[in-house]
């Protein structure tokens, strides 16, 4: 993924994980907490539809919704992520 470039590191993760790409495992893709590229199309759909002003995620796994989330958002709108752990947040950083 090119470091800064949001739709890179979504186009990266949903290739990591699917049962199409390079990645596979016994005929799968790597499995993966996050949403997920069927969820994430929903959740902009959302975001878009609702054109919220803030967002707040209670916790994160790599950054996968927020990115997704991020990617939907009104420019004025506010994002606020909240990760106890901290290796958890560096990842998602």
């Known amino acids: 993924a090119k470091a800064g470039d949001c739709d890179s ?3 990266t993760i949903d290739s990591y994980s699917s049962p199409e790409g390079d990645n596979r495992i016994d005929g799968w893709g790597r499995w993966m907490m996050n949403v997920g ?3 994430g199309d929903i959740l902009e759909k959302l ?10 995620e209670v916790g994160t796994f790599c950054g996968y919704s927020a990115l997704r989330m991020l990617r939907a958002l009104p420019a ?3 994002f ?8 958890t947040a560096r990842v998602a950083r």
């Open 80 to 87: 606020s992520t909240i990760e106890k752990d901290p290796e």
């Open 9 to 11: 590191v979504i186009q």
């Open 47 to 56: 975001i878009r539809d609702r054109q919220p002003e803030s967002v707040l």
């Open 37 to 39: 590229s069927e969820k």
């Open 76 to 78: 004025d709108a506010t």
